[in-house]
């Protein structure tokens, strides 16, 4: 048993149809537990920074914006094998491909507004909690 942490964004489409509870429920539901959790409306410089791996994508400028366009919800989980479970709990990227009951299926508007981040790997989790978030803020 693996018991991982990995990062979340509950974003911009989904703070601003108010669906921050119903987000949580279903990482809940799926055995993670929200150990540091904080609301916060990015500039354009930190949407920038924390995608800057996306910067030669083409769809940069578009994901950054809409980043930094209306309040996030950053948010660590916790739980056996966290990293995948919350990427299963989430769906594909692309809510046209997202399984029957995942969270981007019920709730994301398209590839860009698509309602939740995650961290993709150890490595990358690691870093994007570092980015929002203290030792001090991680309680367990
Ligand atoms: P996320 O998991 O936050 O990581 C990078 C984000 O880029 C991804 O979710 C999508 O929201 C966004 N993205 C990926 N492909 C596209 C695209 N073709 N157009 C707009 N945004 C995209």
Do not use: C, W
Request: neutral net charge; aromatic residues 8%.
């Amino acid at each position: 048993m693996t018991i991982q942490r990995t990062l979340s964004i509950i974003k911009p489409d989904a703070t601003r149809r108010n669906l921050t509870g119903r987000i949580n429920a279903k990482f809940e539901d799926a055995g993670l537990r929200i150990v540091a959790q904080k609301r916060l409306h990015l500039s354009l410089a930190q949407a920038q920074a924390f995608y800057a791996v996306h910067k030669d994508r083409p769809f940069f400028a578009e994901l950054t914006e809409f980043m930094a366009s209306a309040p996030v919800v950053v948010q660590v989980l916790e739980g056996e094998d966290a990293i995948a479970r919350n990427r299963a709990v989430m769906g594909a990227t692309n809510p046209a491909n997202a399984d029957a009951g995942t969270i981007r299926k019920e709730f994301a508007l398209s590839v860009g507004e698509n309602s939740v981040h995650g961290s993709d790997a150890p490595d990358t989790a690691a870093q994007e909690i570092a980015f929002f978030f203290s030792g001090l803020e991680l309680v367990g």
